[in-house]
């Protein structure tokens, strides 16, 4: 599964629990990003995911669910994206939540198609950040060291630095990127322009886009590009 996410530069992320026309979502589906990841904070159900499921497969590209909540677990996607929230005091949303899914559906559990996120919540304003209670106020340093538990001490194949809504602070995201050495390193948060989806692109080896589609599409859709021209700097 590793290997599958692995070309992934650009993915754009759709909440099912908020609205976009059949032309808005086939223009996201044919823009040339590499994969459609379907979540949301709240509002998620196993209804409105499903629907949104059925809509985006009328296209042909990897779609993933990000699950956040158990309810909304959802069959038929590609791929299963597991967050694990690294910066939270709360160990539901560590590995609470995550022994509830295992106790209720360990054995319908389709293993080969997980993969676990290690998410570094970094907006304190985000709803996630306020559903998990996430201690956002970190500087680079510790931001680093929860990437270092993520990438070295438990071997995640995901570190997700996540800014939802706001576009975050690239000296951070940098200090990140110096000492994460085999997790594939997702950014996402707040990317409304070329300029700031080629940022994070230079930095980061998957830049999530989500809440731009719902603003301004044209500015979602000129993030493909912005970010499949930017090679990732190589750092040494
Ligand atoms: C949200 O990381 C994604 O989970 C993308 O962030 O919605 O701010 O683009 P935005």
């Not at 070309?7 to 909440?15: A, E, G, I, Q, T």
């Not at 499903?50 to 069959?75: D, F, K, Q, T, Y």
């Not at 570094?120 to 956002?136: E, P």
Request: a negative charge; aromatic letters at 8%; charged letters at 20%.
């Amino acid at each position: 599964m590793r290997q599958w996410i692995k070309p992934w530069r650009h993915v754009f992320k759709l909440d099912p629990d908020r609205m976009l026309a059949d032309g808005e979502l086939e223009a996201i589906c044919r823009s040339g990003t590499d994969a459609i990841l379907v979540g949301g904070s709240t509002g998620v159900t196993y209804d409105n995911t499903l629907e949104l499921l059925n809509r985006i497969r009328r296209h042909a590209l990897p779609c993933a669910l990000e699950i956040s909540n158990l309810e909304a677990a959802v069959p038929g996607f590609d791929l299963y994206l597991i967050p694990m929230v690294l910066n939270t005091a709360d160990t539901d949303w560590i590995f609470g939540q995550h022994r509830k899914a295992l106790e209720r559906y360990g054995s319908l559990i389709p293993w080969e198609q997980l993969l676990t996120e290690g998410y570094i919540v970094l907006n304190a304003d985000s709803a996630v950040a306020q559903l998990t209670g996430a201690d956002c106020a970190l500087n680079g340093n510790e931001a680093s060291a929860y990437a270092q538990i993520a990438d070295r001490l438990m071997s995640l194949p995901i570190v997700y630095i996540e800014y939802s809504g706001a576009f975050g602070d690239m000296r951070t995201v940098q200090s990140i990127r110096e000492t994460v050495e085999q997790a594939q390193l997702f950014y996402g948060g707040g990317i409304a322009t070329e300029m700031q989806a080629a940022e994070a692109a230079a930095l980061c080896d998957t830049v999530v886009v989500g809440n731009v589609i719902y603003r301004d599409l044209q500015q979602a859709l000129s993030t493909v590009d912005a970010v499949k021209r930017t090679a990732r700097i190589v750092l040494d």
